[in-house]
């Protein structure tokens, strides 16, 4: 059955990567969470898609310009909405602890393409070792260079390919980071290479994915997975089909 992954939570009812997000993605039964993650000025890892702060906080500049208390202290829900302003931008612990209490993967992504985070990589699987929560973690990033890091510094941990453009036998190029799994932009993706990819052992988690058409494709053509910012209307037309 394809997995439903909520896209940095539910991203289109509520604001993303907050833990209200979060919450609401558990809350209906999606099977995971997508959410993105940048490195703070004092090392710490924090919940956020941007590098920086603007467009989704009361604060101004780049996340690493700031450590993970005074990014605490920012609004993150009020530019969803007014009734979220005590939403603040969550460190990957406060999910990692709120894991402890239920189910759900997690797909963490990389946001280092456009910034270099030293000791990013290291700090990652410190963590995720500190929460024993190794099995329910598939991380993805554009950065390739740091999917084949991971791996080399744990192979057990899944790393994915994030990618836009087609690509020509991915599962190919995949296997010489080290990567376990396929995430392509769904307007660049057939059914037909979903179901080759999987028969060469390679898990496809097809993102973002939101029209009710294309969920409906996707989840026929048997994906591991969809990241979806809308995962209610995603589990409703799983059940439906
Ligand atoms: O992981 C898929 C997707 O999240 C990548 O794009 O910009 O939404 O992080 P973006
Ligand atoms: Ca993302």
């Not at 963490?108 to 990652?124: A, C, Q, S, W």
């Not at 660049?188 to 990819?197: C, G, H, I, L, R």
């Not at 809308?230 to 409703?236: D, F, R, V």
Request: proline share 3%.
């Amino acid at each position: 059955m394809t997995k439903i992954f909520a896209h940095r939570g539910s991203a289109g009812t509520h604001p993303e990567n907050t833990m209200a997000a979060f919450k609401e993605a558990e809350r209906i039964g999606a099977d995971g969470i997508e959410l993105d993650v940048h490195l703070t000025k004092d090392n710490q890892i924090a919940v956020i898609h941007d590098k920086t702060v603007d467009r989704t906080t009361n604060g101004t500049g780049d996340v690493g310009i700031h450590t993970l208390e005074e990014l605490k202290k920012l609004d993150a829900g009020s530019h969803y909405a007014k009734k979220f302003n005590e939403e603040t931008i969550p460190a990957l612990t406060d999910v990692f602890s709120w894991m402890q209490g239920n189910t759900l993967e997690l797909n963490i992504e990389l946001k280092n393409v456009t910034v270099d985070y030293p000791g990013f990589e290291e700090r990652l699987l410190e963590e995720i070792q500190r929460f024993e929560l190794k099995d329910r973690i598939i991380f993805s990033s554009f950065n390739h260079d740091s999917l084949k890091k991971i791996n080399e510094l744990d192979s057990e941990i899944e790393c994915a390919i994030l990618y836009l453009e087609k690509l020509y036998k991915p599962w190919e190029y995949a296997k010489t980071l080290g990567a376990k799994g396929l995430h392509p932009h769904h307007p660049n993706t057939s059914e037909d290479m979903v179901k080759e990819a999987q028969r060469q052992g390679f898990p496809v988690r097809v993102y973002t994915i939101n029209d009710e058409k294309v969920l409906e494709k996707f989840i026929r053509a048997g994906c591991e997975a969809i990241i979806t910012d809308y995962p209610e209307k995603a589990l409703q037309i799983r059940k439906r089909i």
